[in-house]
């Protein structure tokens, strides 16, 4: 009876510790509105080949248009006026409408040409504690990393890496220095 009751004990402790929370998948937005997670292949939100929704009992047409990858030449840089920085809201790892043609430009680049390697540092402004804004900083890298991914980049070309509050472009206390400090920075090697 003692060792039923030990065997009962010990499987309730050992499922208590357990957690369904997927500490790897990090949710994506689509253009509709819907949240898409890493590794998700059917149901409302997957996209069939063609731009049809699979798994919804209905054909709708995606609202993301085609990447035309021959509207540059294909061995340019994205150049030296290309911007290399992302800007994020407060708080937010969302990559705003404003700079998806950033995203679309270095994308174009390193779809030419395989060979390059880029880092994606995520950064932060100094509110909040050091351990979060890393999370955070990583969460901005990673976005970046997946918008490049679903361009067509490959993951073996992209590293991202998180500095939080540690590397401040602009340096105070005042609003527009920490908007100019929430960002994620493009470089190459």
Do not use: W
């Not at 080949?49 to 540059?72: C, E, H, K, M, W």
């Not at 790892?93 to 040409?113: G, N, W």
Request: charged fraction near 25%.
């Amino acid at each position: 009876m003692m060792k039923l009751f030990v065997a009962i004990s010990l499987t309730a402790a050992l499922a208590g510790c357990g957690s369904s929370v997927k500490l790897d998948d990090v949710p994506v937005e689509d253009k509709s509105g819907s949240r898409v997670t890493q590794g998700s292949t059917s149901g409302a939100g997957a996209q069939g080949s063609g731009g049809t929704a699979v798994g919804s009992g209905s054909v709708t047409q995606s609202a993301v248009a085609p990447v035309d990858l021959n509207r540059s030449p294909p061995n340019t840089s994205p150049g030296a006026s290309a911007a290399k920085v992302i800007y994020f809201d407060y708080d937010s790892y969302v990559i705003k409408p404003e700079f998806q043609s950033v995203v679309d430009a270095h994308a174009r680049y390193m779809v030419a040409d395989k060979t390059r390697k880029m880092s994606i540092e995520g950064h932060t402004d100094e509110i909040g504690g050091r351990e979060y804004n890393l999370a955070l900083g990583q969460k901005r890298a990673e976005a970046v990393r997946r918008a490049l991914g679903l361009l067509g980049v490959v993951d073996a070309q992209m590293e991202a890496v998180s500095f939080g509050k540690e590397k401040p472009a602009t340096e105070g206390t005042s609003e527009s220095a920490f908007a100019k400090n929430r960002r994620a920075e493009i470089a190459y090697r």
